[in-house]
């Protein structure tokens, strides 16, 4: 399945400082064991950006509910979503379930602004309701999946499954086996009527998490800390806002990124959306865990998926799915970036690493003792002195290359 959207232009414009950001929140999971610690983080997810926290009460040990979510809620810097997970949806509570649920109404009056309730118990969750519910909060209805990333239909059937609860956010989370289920879900959350939280869960769902301002999320997940997370893969605050700018990524930013297995190493993140951000460029560039490259490749195949670096293991792959290559790619064997034409979506392969590796070697040439032996060539005079021998170098043609003892640019 090809990851198409009609829906999503590809009209380049610059975004300024004065840009209008786009609506999806960034949501601070608050994670602790008391609620003092709590308090500390919740002013750290203000400092640091965030635009609402998430309480997860099933962390608190001791947990006494009216003392601690009056206190939590009435003093949180920012707006506040309680969730209170249990084990069987991937949380840490492992109590009586009418308790459970009983907190999450308190919370409701208490003055929080969302609660999240898993579907498996909405319905009771729903008729448990006074009808004079506090009308200012807003409940999530949520569906967790952590082995897999269902089918498009199976997704929408889903979305009609929590929205028939009554659910004024829908919010489903799957895992991603390959980078190639996030289009399954990315098509989803584009044409969801309803606000939604669309999200894949592992290192390879990483683009949804940061594209979820493309594709309209109602909010994405960023933690204060690297590696203190509340589910599989979630980036930081600090990476979000200023790794990849994700206050002005919208429906129009063309993607980039880095393919390669594995990519976590990758810099070309900090280089590429640096010089975005600073040329006004409405880009994103994102490391892309990818097994397949032609699946990848296949799957978004939408213009707004524009452009490509390759790294290892992936660069022959990546040159045998291009439309058309450079011929000096061609005659290296393999592609270090790969860029779609706009006009007509073929791919075209180019390879600039030997440029690196050229001025590398004439760097560290340069400061060489040179000695009057001739080169067997007849067209070079110059022979150096290198640690393992005599080498030597012929400087009028155009590639290097080994031959025994000796390097040679022939």
């Known amino acids: 399945m090809a990851f198409e ?20 929140l960034i949501c601070v999971p ?43 809620i009435k003093q949180a810097p920012l707006p506040t979503l309680v969730t209170f997970r249990p084990r069987w949806e991937g949380g840490r509570y492992d109590g009586d379930e009418s308790k459970r649920q009983e907190a999450l109404r308190l919370a409701m009056e208490l003055g929080a602004d969302y609660i999240d309730i898993e579907l498996k118990v909405a319905h009771d969750f ?3 309701l006074p009808r004079d519910r506090p009308e200012n909060v807003k409940i999530i209805v949520s569906s967790h999946n952590y082995e897999s990333t269902p089918s498009v239909e199976e997704l929408g059937d889903l979305v009609a499954r929590i929205q028939a609860t009554g ?56 933690t204060l800390e690297e590696g203190v997370i509340s589910a599989p893969g979630q980036p930081t605050v600090k990476e979000l806002l200023d790794l990849y ?45 990818v097994d397949n490259v032609s699946n990848f490749i296949t799957t978004y195949s939408s213009p707004d998926f524009a452009g490509y670096s390759y790294t290892i293991p992936h660069k022959e792959a990546g040159l045998k799915c291009c439309d058309e290559v450079d011929p000096i790619a061609e005659s290296i064997g393999a592609i270090s970036c790969m860029i779609r034409r706009p006009t007509d979506g073929k791919l075209f392969g180019y390879n600039i690493d030997y440029l690196g590796a050229i001025a590398a070697i004439e760097e560290g040439l340069r400061d060489l003792p040179f000695c009057p032996l001739l080169c ?15 080498s030597n170098i012929c400087c009028n043609w155009s590639w290097w290359c080994w031959k025994g003892n000796c390097l040679w640019r022939i």
């Open 126 to 128: 729903f008729s448990s």
């Open 30 to 72: 608050i994670m602790a064991e008391s609620v003092e610690e709590m308090l500390v983080k919740m002013r750290k997810a203000k400092e640091l950006g965030g635009d609402l926290v998430e309480i997860r009460v099933d962390f608190l040990k001791n947990f006494i509910p009216k003392q601690d979510l009056d206190i939590l």
């Open 167 to 222: 659910a004024d956010i829908v919010k489903i989370a799957t895992t991603a086996l390959d980078i190639i289920d996030n289009a399954r879900l990315f098509q989803v959350l584009v044409h969801s009527q309803v606000p939604m939280i669309g999200l894949v869960m592992g290192e390879r769902g990483l683009m949804s998490r940061i594209l979820a301002a493309k594709f309209g999320g109602f909010l994405t997940f960023g």
């Open 245 to 289: 700018n994700m206050r002005h990524i919208g429906p129009d930013t063309k993607v980039h990124g880095v393919i390669g297995n594995p990519i976590d190493h990758s810099k070309s993140p900090h280089l590429y959306n640096a010089a975005f951000k600073s040329t006004g460029f409405n880009g994103i560039y994102l490391p892309l865990l």
């Open 376 to 390: 067997s060539n007849q067209w070079c005079n110059t022979c150096v002195w290198f640690p393992f021998g005599w």
């Open 5 to 24: 959207s009609s829906t999503l232009p590809i009209t380049d414009f610059q975004i300024g400082d004065g840009a209008q950001r786009n609506s999806t």
